[in-house]
């Protein structure tokens, strides 16, 4: 490798590793020196570089932000508060290089409204391998953290994959599905990674991703859309803030849930709160479309409505939202295709 070369190869490593605000005007001359001096290390070592910041590499990160917007857009049926707010949270933090917290996301709703489906979207527009990125990680509480028993070891061994993921990669994602039945013990355990702090041991954790995922103030936010409904008013009129008191309340007061339990929302570790919106009829068929789409078969809106006419919705006497979302239209579609 040229001489060249290795220089710039050490001003990304500072341009990574958000290292370059650190560096004031007098100590650069001293930085160009201790370049000069490193090359040969870097030279000879350079793998384990490359290992260690290997996320810093464009090649396996890059957020698209008009990929980000399209998929929205065109991917996610009838959510367009969710939509709104993902977009803008994750176009804004992605595009600050110095941002004073990880970002932090708390995906609320029904079952089957798209929570994972959205954070597959989010991963797909940061990560060049999306989900099965190194650098994204799923923590499912009933898979990965079974046995309150267990408690002390689960949070420990948390603690560390977290920290030894960011050290690898500022720009990690971690995404706690079930986070109401997380432990409330475990939750405070990833709390100190979520806050403002500059570093802690060493680590940066403000260039990474935390989204939960829960059905806590699933049934409010359905309260406030049947409203809307019965009101004869369109589903988009819905804003954020007729959801917001309500659904806050709700998460506030579910004793059993862990979000509850900790400070987590006290404290404005949350940085947005994402209500998803129950599903309709008309949801339904999109979903069952855009299905027969992703399997190579030509949409057909007769099959999709057949298929959507079989869904359960309730309440059952108006029949208006689909009980299970859009999540059994896979393999409905087996039966009918
Ligand atoms: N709003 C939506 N737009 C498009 N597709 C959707 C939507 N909601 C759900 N789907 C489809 O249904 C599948 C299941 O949805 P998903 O797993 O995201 O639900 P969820 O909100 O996480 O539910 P749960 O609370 O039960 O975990 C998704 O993979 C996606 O294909
Ligand atoms: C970003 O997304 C858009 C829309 O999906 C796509 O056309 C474009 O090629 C993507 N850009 C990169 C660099 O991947
Ligand atoms: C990163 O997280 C995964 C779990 O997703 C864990 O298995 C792995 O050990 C962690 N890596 C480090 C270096 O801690
Ligand atoms: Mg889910």
Request: charge should be neutral.
């Amino acid at each position: 490798m040229k001489p060249k070369k290795k220089h710039l190869l050490l001003l990304w490593m500072f341009i990574c590793s958000g290292m370059t605000e650190a560096i004031e005007p007098i100590s650069t001359s001293i930085a160009v020196g201790m370049a000069a001096a490193l090359t040969g290390f870097l030279a000879s070592y350079q793998n384990i570089f490359y290992y260690f910041h290997e996320c810093c590499r464009p090649e396996w990160i890059s957020f698209n932000k008009t990929g980000l917007q399209v998929d929205l857009e065109r991917k996610l049926f009838g959510q367009h508060i969710a939509s709104r707010i993902i977009l803008k949270a994750v176009t804004g933090f992605m595009s600050n290089d110095n941002p004073r917290k990880p970002l932090v996301l708390s995906l609320h709703g029904w079952t089957g409204t798209g929570k994972n489906f959205v954070s597959q979207l989010i991963a797909e527009n940061i990560y060049k391998e999306g989900m099965d990125s190194n650098f994204v990680h799923i923590f499912t509480s009933e898979l990965h953290f079974p046995h309150a028993s267990q408690l002390e070891t689960y949070k420990s061994q948390l603690q560390q994959w977290i920290k030894g993921n960011v050290t690898n990669c500022a720009h990690s994602m971690f995404i706690f599905d079930e986070m109401d039945k997380m432990h409330p013990g475990l939750i405070d355990g990833i709390k100190p990674y979520l806050d403002y702090y500059d570093k802690l041991d060493g680590v940066s954790y403000r260039k990474a991703i935390f989204i939960f995922l829960s059905n806590a103030g699933g049934e409010s936010i359905i309260q406030t859309a049947l409203n809307f409904w019965k009101g004869g008013r369109d589903r988009e009129e819905i804003e954020l803030r007729d959801l917001e008191t309500e659904l806050s309340l709700a998460v506030f007061n579910n004793k059993k849930s862990g979000l509850w339990h900790t400070s987590l929302i006290d404290k404005n570790l949350v940085d947005f709160f994402v209500p998803f919106l129950p599903l309709e009829f008309r949801h339904i068929v999109q979903c069952a479309m855009a299905e027969m789409k992703a399997r190579g078969l030509k949409p057909d809106q007769s099959v999709a409505e057949q298929v959507a006419e079989d869904v359960v919705y309730f309440p059952k006497a108006e029949r208006v939202f689909s009980v299970k979302g859009c999540k059994t239209i896979e393999s409905k579609l087996d039966y009918y295709a």
